[in-house]
């Protein structure tokens, strides 16, 4: 089995395991102001504004238990963000103005087969399942999809999308090398394809570096390379057409894309030394049709809205990943003072957006 190939390690979450351990106090940052609501720039953060966070991560707490018991993780090398609970997580959305998170599952271990694995999904399947119950109306979620193994991904989607009501399927920019795109995982797409489903991606560290390794000394992969794997996935797709071959699924890609809108006119150009060829209409149509979310901070607009639609773009805070300071002090300010926003543009970033894009969660 790969490294915990869908949610492992994901987005802003620190250094995966094997990697200098963030400090505890990262817990308390993350949290926000959990003890302190009075705080500035967490309380007043937004508060009459609903949104719909689309990149929430969630480490289920009996996965972490179970896994621990099995000897597949040391609990104490997860990122000390992994140990927030529920109530952490509607605090922090409480200040920031969020009406629901679709829960992004993190699993990140070495599985030893497909019916272990599967026992893995199915906890935290059940684990956010319990949490979406229990507080209705604030809470959706993913499927870990694990698409290196499409025996356990093809069990996983029939399990969430078909029985349990998830809203789509979170995967892995690429597992062991191999891109999204690649014809190895069609065989789920396919069945992806059947369910239209909502495919939201994510990073994970770049392949053939040594697991757990910075690839810079002194610099997290986080910072650069798992905006460069995103952007691998979103040309690699391109390439073998994806959206055209499973018309009827949604990629949303984190992080605004990661790279892509910035070299979008250098793959329009130079995309026929690819192999397949990449035509230059192809890479426009493509990037109208993907999804991207804010995760990040991001960068400035103006270049992601010469490519693609504004109602394309998805609201994503990163939490608890990204620490709560992080999100209502540079994020959210950055957002909102972006010149190339209309506020109609903005409150559909925030909200109507997901809706288009996923009916469900009004119902949630």
């Known amino acids: 089995m790969t490294d915990s190939a869908s949610t492992s390690r994901l987005g802003l979450l620190g250094p995966p395991t094997g990697e200098p351990l963030i400090s505890v106090a990262l817990i308390e940052e993350a949290a926000g102001t959990a003890r302190d609501a009075s705080a500035p720039g967490t309380a007043d953060v937004h508060a009459a504004t609903s949104k719909i966070d689309m990149h929430h991560h969630y480490c289920a707490p009996e996965w972490r238990e ?4 099995h000897g597949l993780v040391n609990p104490e090398k997860l990122p000390p963000w992994s140990r927030l609970d529920t109530g952490a997580a509607i605090g922090f959305m409480d200040r920031a103005g969020i009406s629901t998170a679709v829960l992004k599952p993190m699993l990140p271990a070495r599985y030893r087969s497909t019916a272990q694995l599967r026992e893995a999904i199915n906890i935290t399947l059940q684990s ?4 979406a119950s229990s507080h209705p109306g604030r809470f959706s979620f993913y499927v870990p ?4 193994d499409p025996d356990a991904s093809s069990w996983a989607v029939r399990r969430g999308l078909g029985q349990l009501g998830a ?4 995967v892995t920019a690429n597992y062991g090398g191999v891109y999204l795109g690649d014809p190895a995982y069609d065989r789920v797409f396919h069945e992806l394809n059947e369910h239209g489903a909502v495919v939201d991606t994510h990073p994970h560290n770049l392949p053939d570096g040594a697991p757990g390794a910075v690839t810079v000394p002194g610099i997290p992969n986080f910072m650069c390379d798992f905006l460069l794997d995103t952007t691998r996935a979103a040309v690699n797709m391109i390439a073998h ?3 055209d071959r499973f018309p009827d699924i949604s990629v949303i890609l984190p992080h605004a894309g990661g790279f892509v809108p910035y070299i979008a006119g250098r793959l329009e150009a130079l995309g026929r030394f690819c192999d397949p060829p990449v035509e230059p209409a192809a890479v426009r149509d493509h990037l109208r049709r993907f999804y991207y979310d804010t995760a990040g901070p991001m960068a400035g607009a103006s270049t992601l809205l010469d490519h693609v639609p504004a109602d394309h773009i998805l609201f994503g805070t990163d939490w608890p990943a990204a620490p709560a300071d992080t999100v209502t002090k540079l994020a959210f300010p950055a957002l909102e003072a972006d010149p190339a926003f209309t506020s109609e543009q903005l409150r559909g970033i925030y909200h109507d957006n997901a809706l288009r894009l996923i009916p469900q969660l009004a119902s949630v």
């Open 66 to 69: 179970w896994a621990a018991r």
């Open 128 to 131: 956010m399942l319990e949490v």
């Open 145 to 148: 999809l694990f698409l290196d």
């Open 167 to 170: 809203v789509g399927v979170n």
């Open 241 to 243: 057409r994806t959206l």
